[in-house]
């Protein structure tokens, strides 16, 4: 049983394009997360969402919305994707907020050209 | 200044030897510490929680000194399984976590 999963494990894509990535956790826990992990491997937060409700937006452009439907998931929107986009980008899990262990998904690898 | 600060490595040692990591974060008011563990190609995975007081799991022991803003993480008797990126975490005063950009092991046989 996967924990967290996001779709696509790969995304390749033009400048300019807007697309979605998809996550997913069955751990019943009450916090997400979306992080990018850019070419120099530094792994930094993007957002956190407790309940359905954005808690952290760290200065991320607005060309990138999260939506939450239900606590379960939580999905990155991009608008026109540009170069420095391209990156590694990790959803995680946490039973409650920050002081929980956070179970993070495969990633989702994007290049955009 | 990084507000966690890693030496990148890589550290290339054999099987069986003793491998130390150090890394120092600059926001004294930070909460908890931890290392995470990343594979190449594959998501982070805690490790272990870094306690005031020093805590060991098997070959791994994780030392921090809040005085001097610097954790550590030792690993005994090296196995190839270990080769990977450790990731030093800490969680800072608005619960955030911030991540070091890692050490990365390469043991070899």
């Known amino acids: 049983d996967t924990a967290v999963s996001q779709t696509p494990k790969y995304l390749v894509t033009q400048m300019g394009n807007d697309k979605s990535i998809k996550c997913e956790q069955n751990?019943?826990?009450?916090?997400m997360y979306w992080y990018k992990q850019d070419s120099k491997k530094f792994l930094k937060i993007m957002f956190s969402?407790?309940?359905?409700?954005?808690?952290i937006n760290e200065t991320v452009p607005n060309r990138f919305s999260p939506k939450s439907p239900d606590k379960a998931h939580l999905n990155l929107h991009i608008n026109s994707l540009e170069l420095g986009d391209s990156a590694v980008y990790f959803c995680a899990s946490a039973k409650q907020g920050w002081g929980e262990t956070q179970y993070f998904g495969p990633g989702t690898r994007l290049l955009v050209l | 200044r990084k507000e966690v600060e890693q030496d990148p490595g890589p550290f290339n040692v054999p099987e069986g030897a003793t491998v130390a990591f150090n890394c120092t974060y600059s926001?004294?008011?930070?909460?908890?510490f931890f290392w995470y563990r990343q594979d190449c190609r594959k998501e982070p995975k805690l490790l272990m929680s870094v306690y005031s007081s020093g805590n060991e799991d098997g070959r791994f022991t994780a030392q921090l000194n809040r005085a001097s803003q610097y954790i550590s993480l030792l690993i005994r008797d090296s196995k190839l399984s270990d080769s990977a990126t450790y990731l030093c975490v800490v969680r800072d005063n608005t619960d955030k976590l911030i991540f070091g950009t890692g050490t990365r092991l390469q043991v070899f046989p």
């Open positions: 751990l019943g826990h009450d916090t």
């Open positions: 969402y407790n309940n359905k409700e954005l808690i």
């Open positions: 926001n004294s008011a930070s909460q908890s």
